[in-house]
């Protein structure tokens, strides 16, 4: 029973009656008023001034409280409240008797557990309803949050803010307009400050709003950012599938449906053809407030998940359990942050301190963990000591490593310290899985040192003795922190100042997320994808081996071309969606510089899959987003480049592209491109884009006095004297999280540049595959895409579109609808649809003749009934009447003397006359004339 010490009942106009009795009264709050008070369900004492007994955030709940105060409470003392006892004395002995009840109010921790319920979006059967009624057209769609919010027009207007898994919806009683705006329609959000208030700017192709909240900005931002961002992610899947697969979207032999299984459709209602599934949220089951609960937490857990990996270079497989407010000591001093734990791993980051806002994280392997203990801090002899305790009170708690121990202080550290224990034995009990220590001594034989001479060439003439210094500096540094995954301000100042070669294998390995996608990954696994391998020959990656850094002597070995080939070649294997692909060849031969095999495949896993997602492959959408944005930053510092390149005809798409696919590697020194690969692995690929501004302002100069190809001879040679690094760190570049945005905006304008090369190569395609000409195709599908967005219809689609094309069609267009959906998943392809269109319009009769039988044999047995046949043939004569009536139709129209005959002039004019007219008329079909009777009776059919 969740009874509160009663206090004052405020805030009455927000709250209506659900049931009441002579002494109490059950409220709720009013639609869109749930987030403004503490308890939108709460029982009121109907005393003077009125007091809140009970109160909670869950209907259910509440009317456990309001049975229990009715069964024991009330009935139970009725004679005694009815007869005993004045009203106003029954009401204060209530009071006496809730105050007796009631113990303290609940802490600080229970009500913030209880907020957190409101703030993870939960939602209410009233707000479900609210939805359903302001958005009745959107009433099949998933609600997902609701929140109350200003939007800004002329002047703010309040109102109410529903999200759903494809719109985003504003409904408000001063509006008579209701704003529904589609995520696949948007192309920029942002969050900014407007006036003395924060908001989210949605931008459209057509319009833009603006909404405000007083304490949710950044909630309603993260939600519509992540659903935007899987959006905008499944339309570019579609349009990767159009340009990779465009051969297979059609085949028109296969709609003859003689080698197509077809089940039975006798339990068919069109009631239940909805869309297909496999939303991006999966649907949930049960109570409807639980289940918007769950398809909340699915896209914040999304959310997090991913902020996890992206902070800790951790797979993309590698979810997030638990996450907990806490301090870790550092230098003797506790740092504020949070504790993270996954299946394979324990971490920790501080929230940035010091006026400089410092850094500090740690992530450390469950096989690196030693013990974990509950403890307290004591003072003793003025300082502070740590001392394990069994108390399921304990404050803090000791994780011991193979390095080091870390002392973390947190509220329910006996909680984290089951947790971590149970996941340590969990790991401890696992076979088959890599050993940390086996990681860092192969890392430890660095190829550097065992006789790989590099060219000093490549190098300043001052490499050797700045090595040494760096050599130094780096062994001070490891002689204090050992071998911890830590990220500190000392390490990222010593990483932008080089990393020596001795260490430099190691480091890549573990800041790039090698090390940890290694350590998820079973023993063995490298070695039996290069099993695989044998007998398996990559044109592409044989093609590019022996032109893979020529001007080094290990890569024109034997050994050095099947270390790259082993590596490439294994890679395929384990992402066949990637594959292979140009310049992946250029960085995995560095990394073979200066790590083993094994190793540097892991290290690729993870640039390609985490660093720069997205850059390799066949549509390469996250190169072209970056260049964009490194378009959009040049023309801001140096707006003459973009135009002299522009000027030359030479992209500048074209220099960028080579410097972030390869990483800068083969387009500036070997001891730059060392450099910049330090910093790019600990810092991540935003560096990269610093790093090219640099380049240009050093090249500045010439770049503008060369025209065409020269300036790739110009950027790759360097001025030492020029300080390119110190520009590349100085440079003011936007904030992580502006870039982030401008990423978002930019992906969308690619991807639905590639979505519209992708309905033109299949818009193309169809004119091979079909009797539409291209300006036919263009017409059918302008049409189709004004009842959906999408490449596929469900029944009420598919019937709107299919009346609109074929006006005449005199049967239920059910049927019609049952045979293209062959896949039986309630919906039908744009691609079956276009090629049933065809044969219906425009097809041969025999084509014809096999549509229509394909059409009634329902039970997909080659057989027809009387019945079937008898609409088939009635279907056939509705053909040859249409043919006719478009024969006469041209005939007429070519007969320019109007007498009934045509000279060889017209003729060629009416055989030269398009087949479909699609201006304003319906469509009408045009083929060979097919002379056939009427229907005959029944006993002619027979014969």
């Known amino acids: 029973i969740v009874l509160i010490k009663p206090v004052v009942h405020t805030k009455a106009k927000l709250f209506v009656v659900a049931e009441r009795n002579d002494f109490l009264e059950l409220l709720k709050t009013r639609t869109g008023a749930y987030r403004l008070v503490d308890y939108p369900y709460r029982i009121v004492l109907k005393i003077e001034p009125p007091v ?6 869950s209907l259910e709940n509440i009317t456990k409280d309001w049975n229990w105060i009715q069964r024991d409470l009330l009935d139970k003392n009725h004679t005694s409240l009815k007869k ?3 009203k106003e004395d029954s009401l204060h002995w209530l009071l006496v008797k809730f105050q007796s009840l009631t113990v303290e109010t609940p802490s600080a921790e229970t009500e913030a557990k209880r907020r957190s319920l409101l703030k993870d979006h939960k939602m209410t059967a009233e707000s479900m309803e609210f939805f359903t009624k302001s958005f009745s057209s959107l009433k099949e769609e998933k609600l997902i949050a609701t929140y109350n919010c200003y939007i800004w027009t002329s002047i703010p207007t309040t109102g109410t803010l529903c999200v759903t898994e494809q719109h985003i919806c504003f409904s408000s009683p001063f509006k008579k307009k209701l704003n529904i705006t589609d995520f696949g329609d948007i192309t920029s959000l942002q969050k900014e400050t407007y006036r003395t208030s924060t908001g989210v700017r949605i931008i459209t192709k057509r319009e833009q709003f603006v909404y405000l909240s007083i304490n949710e900005t950044d909630d309603i931002y993260n939600l519509l950012l992540e659903l935007w961002d899987s959006t905008v992610k499944q339309i570019w899947k579609s349009a990767v599938g159009t340009l990779e697969e465009v ?3 059609y085949n028109s032999d296969n709609f003859k449906r003689e080698s197509v299984g077809r089940k039975s459709y006798d339990s068919f209602d069109k009631s239940s053809i909805a869309s297909p599934v496999g939303q991006l949220i999966p649907r949930t ?5 639980q289940s918007i609960r769950r398809r909340t937490q699915g896209v914040d857990q999304k959310a997090r998940d991913r902020n996890f990996q992206n902070i800790f270079r951790l797979p993309r497989d590698e979810a997030l359990l638990k996450d907990y407010p806490c301090e870790m000591m550092k230098n003797r001093t506790f740092r504020r942050g949070r504790l993270y734990i996954s299946n394979n ?9 010091g006026p400089d806002k410092r850094e500090f994280s740690i992530l450390v392997p469950f096989e690196e963990v030693t013990d974990i203990h509950p403890g307290e801090l004591v003072q003793e002899a003025q300082r502070t000591v740590w001392k394990q305790s069994k108390s399921d009170t304990a404050t803090s708690l000791a994780i011991g490593t193979t390095f080091t121990d870390f002392i973390v202080k947190a509220k ?17 009990n696992q076979t088959n899985r890599v050993e940390p220590s086996q990681v860092w001594v192969k890392c430890i034989m660095d190829k550097v040192g065992t006789g790989l001479i590099f060219n000093l060439k490549h190098f300043s003439p001052n490499f050797l003795m700045v090595e040494e210094e760096r050599k130094e500096a780096w062994a001070e540094y490891f002689s204090k922190h050992g071998n911890a995954i830590r990220k500190t301000q000392r390490l990222r100042e010593l990483i932008r100042k080089g990393i020596p070669n001795h260490f430099r294998g190691r480091l890549w390995m573990v800041y790039s997320g090698g090390y940890a996608y290694m350590l998820t990954r079973k023993q063995g696994y490298f070695q039996t994808l290069v099993q695989q391998c044998q007998g398996v020959h990559n044109h592409e990656i044989e093609k590019d081996l022996r032109r893979t850094f020529p001007e080094h002597e290990y890569f024109q070995t034997e050994a050095g071309i099947d270390a790259l080939r082993s590596v490439l070649t294994a890679f395929s294997i384990h992402n066949p969606t990637i594959g292979y692909c140009q310049s992946m060849n250029i960085v995995t031969a560095v990394l073979l510089l200066f790590l083993p095999e094994e190793h540097a495949f892991y290290v690729l896993c993870s640039i390609v899959e985490l660093l720069v997602p997205e850059f390799y492959g066949k549509q390469m959408i996250g190169l072209i987003v970056d260049q964009r944005i490194f378009d959009e930053l040049l023309t801001d510092k140096f707006p003459e480049v973009p135009k002299h390149f522009e000027e030359t005809g030479l992209p500048l798409t074209t220099v960028t592209g080579a410097w972030f696919l390869c990483l800068f590697v083969g387009h500036v020194p070997l001891e730059v491109a060392f450099r910049i690969l330090d910093c790019f692995f600990y810092e991540g690929s935003n560096i990269l884009l610093s790093f090219g501004i640099s380049l240009m302002e050093m090249n500045l100069a010439s770049v503008l006095q060369c025209d065409g190809v020269e300036v790739y001879d110009i950027l790759k040679s360097y001025n030492w004297e020029f300080p390119f690094f110190e520009r590349a760190f100085s ?7 502006k870039l982030d945005e401008m990423r978002a905006s930019n992906t969308f304008s690619a991807i639905k540049e590639l979505e519209e090369r992708g309905k033109k190569s299949r818009l193309r395609e169809f004119t091979k595959t079909t009797h539409f000409s291209r300006p036919e195709l263009d017409k059918v599908f302008q049409r189709y895409t004004t009842v959906t967005p999408n490449d596929h219809l469900n029944y009420e689609e598919f019937e709107q579109v299919f009346k609109g094309d074929v006006p005449w069609w005199n049967q239920d267009p059910l049927e019609v609808f049952k045979l293209l959906d062959v896949q039986r998943m309630g919906v039908v392809y744009f691609s079956e649809y276009i090629s049933a269109l065809s044969v219906i319009l425009k097809g041969s009769p025999q084509e014809q003749l096999t549509f229509c039988f394909a059409l009634y044999d329902g039970d997909n047995d080659n057989n027809i009934s009387m019945a079937e046949y008898e609409m088939a043939r009635n279907l056939m004569y509705t053909f040859a009447l249409k043919r006719r009536e478009v024969v006469a139709s041209v005939f007429q129209n070519s007969d320019a003397s109007k007498t009934n005959r045509l000279t060889l002039d017209e003729f060629k004019v009416a055989m030269e006359t398009p087949i479909l007219t699609l201006q304003d008329e319906p469509l009408l079909p045009f083929a060979s004339l097919l002379n056939m009777a009427p229907p005959s009776s029944p006993r002619e059919e027979g014969q």
């Open 412 to 428: 329910n550290a006996s909680k984290i310290c089951d947790n971590l224990s149970s996941l340590q034995l969990f790991v401890s």
């Open 731 to 737: 440079a003011a570049m936007p904030t992580a999280s």
């Open 52 to 57: 809140i007994v009970a109160g909670d955030y």
């Open 84 to 86: 005993g006892l004045q």
């Open 285 to 289: 089951k049960g109570d409807p407030e």
């Open 247 to 249: 051969d297979a979207f």
């Open 345 to 353: 791993f324990v971490c920790f980051q501080a929230e940035p301190y």
